[in-house]
């Protein structure tokens, strides 16, 4: 197999071509990404519940909005934390993947990672992509794939992320965040 450029802890964003429904104006958070697949976090689907009626310990060091997001299509029965924490080291039950932005161990007590806390996310399920998968939907111009930024994760308007991470693109790629939702009513 040819290696793989890592593209961990860049940002997948669906382009208006993608057809899949479960990934319509997504923008997905690399976690990890190597010749063995790739695992992302879809970061602009929150869902209803809230992060205390499922991870009551959680709750108030989640950010807001204070809900879980549905972090792809697969295992939605399985939570993953995603934290942002300033500094060069990080507390006992948080594992950095790339910069400020790691993963936390949900089964570590929140007290001792609550002080350390820039921000926190909790997603159920996550998306995810066999060998060579990632790589055949982007020759396909599935995804742009574009630098990510601590905020992303902890974004407050989660709505707008799509046209905010497209907008800020150095390139004719902002244009894109105008791309309408329905372009047939134009």
Known sequence: ???VSSLTGRLLVATP???????DRAV??????DDEGSLGVVLNRPTPV????ILAPWADLAGDPGVVFQG?????DAAL??????GDEGPLGWRRVFGAIGLVDLETP??????????????AGYAGWGPGQLETELGEGAWYVVESEPGDVS?????TLWREVLRRQRSDLAMVATYPDDPSLN
């Open 1 to 3: 197999m040819t290696e």
């Open 110 to 123: 929140p007290e001792l990672l609550g002080p350390a806390l820039g921000s926190l996310r909790i997603f």
């Open 50 to 53: 809230t992060v205390g009626d």
């Open 17 to 23: 071509a993608l057809a899949d429904p479960n990934f």
């Open 28 to 33: 997905v958070l690399l976690l990890d990404h």
């Open 72 to 76: 792809g299509p697969v295992s939605l």
């Open 81 to 86: 934390g995603v934290a942002v924490i300033p």
């Open 155 to 159: 974004s407050p308007h989660p709505e």
